[in-house]
């Protein structure tokens, strides 16, 4: 008989490659610090060696936390308590 050009396949199963964590905001969670311009230390953290504002992506903030967060360091910056050019050896 004639057989059909047009072969049955299976479905298969796509491999990940990756997997994706998902990680919370850190300063989401209970018990987590207020952001504060006068709390240097928490700010200090999102701010990398070269004096700029550590992004999102990077630091797994919440987006709204993190415009709060700029806003403060900013306030900071203008009143001297953080250095605008990084962190001196």
Do not use: W
């Amino acid at each position: 008989m004639f057989r059909s050009k047009t072969k049955e396949r299976k479905p298969q199963k796509k491999k990940q490659f990756f997997l994706k964590k998902i990680k919370s905001c850190p300063l989401s969670a209970k018990g987590s610090p207020e952001i504060d311009y006068k709390n240097i230390r928490l700010l200090e953290k999102y701010i990398s060696e070269k004096g700029k504002i550590v992004p999102s992506r990077i630091s797994f903030v919440s987006s709204d936390k993190q415009r709060k967060l700029s806003r403060e360091i900013k306030k900071a910056r203008s009143l001297a308590l953080i250095s605008h050019v990084g962190k001196i050896r």
